[in-house]
């Protein structure tokens, strides 16, 4: 379940606070905010759509030369939130010999593209994969279910993964399109994220993080804070 923005397209979202009563907690997004008028909206609807192609390969492009200049074995492939599959054909392009595993949230998109329903929260696969792909879902999460998810990306990755998610300081800055994007997300910290993937992957920078498994050398200038 991308954000309407990241869906990978890096294009920047839109985050307002989720308020609540004063005896009830914030909540993560439920399965049911992800319907067919969601992304009716946010991508199938030209005029509304949030996707721009030309981004997304320039991503892809730039994540997949990383991983092979790095040479990190890319065998399998995980994408947690996948929305509708943006990073399936560019696994193909890049990756042609590995499979492509996309888990969603979203029981619409489950049905509409035969993905395995799943939370980035408690996934649990057989194996660890070698490329784990989350973009846009995190933001979605309240604190308590961010913190697990970014533990359990670190379970499922051996190798590598691209994590995007729009920070509080991104609207600091002022950089976000607020008019394009979804307003139902938390606005956590860029620290809180690097600290929970921190604890079993290292930053490499653009998104990039190599899991601490990984028998991947780095030199120290490759690695986001040496």
């Not at 909540?27 to 949030?50: G, I, L, N, P």
């Not at 595993?101 to 993905?115: D, R, T």
């Not at 408690?122 to 490329?131: E, K, S, T």
């Amino acid at each position: 379940m991308p954000l309407p923005g990241p869906a990978g397209c890096g294009i920047l979202l839109r985050f307002i606070h989720l308020h609540c009563h004063k005896d009830r907690p914030l909540k993560s997004a439920s399965a049911t905010t992800f319907d067919e008028a969601y992304y009716q909206r946010f991508y199938f609807d030209k005029k509304t759509s949030v996707v721009d192609p030309q981004h997304m390969e320039r991503l892809g492009t730039f994540v997949c030369s990383y991983l092979k200049y790095l040479r990190v074995p890319v065998r399998r492939v995980l994408d947690v939130g996948c929305g509708i599959g943006l990073w399936q054909d560019i696994m193909a392009q890049h990756f042609p010999g590995a499979s492509y595993q996309g888990v969603e949230f979203s029981p619409y998109l489950c049905e509409k593209f035969g993905w395995q329903q799943g939370s980035v929260v408690d996934y649990v696969a057989d194996a660890p994969y070698d490329f784990v792909i989350c973009q846009g879902v995190l933001p979605y999460l309240s604190p308590p279910d961010l913190k697990a998810a970014l533990h359990n990306l670190g379970r499922l990755s051996q190798g590598a993964l691209y994590v995007e998610a729009v920070s509080r300081e991104d609207y600091e800055r002022d950089i976000i399109d607020e008019d394009l994007t979804d307003n139902r997300v938390f606005r956590h910290r860029a620290d809180l994220y690097r600290r929970g993937l921190q604890e079993g992957a290292i930053e490499l920078g653009g998104g990039v993080w190599l899991s601490r498994k990984a028998e991947v050398p780095l030199f120290a200038l490759e690695q986001a804070g040496g």
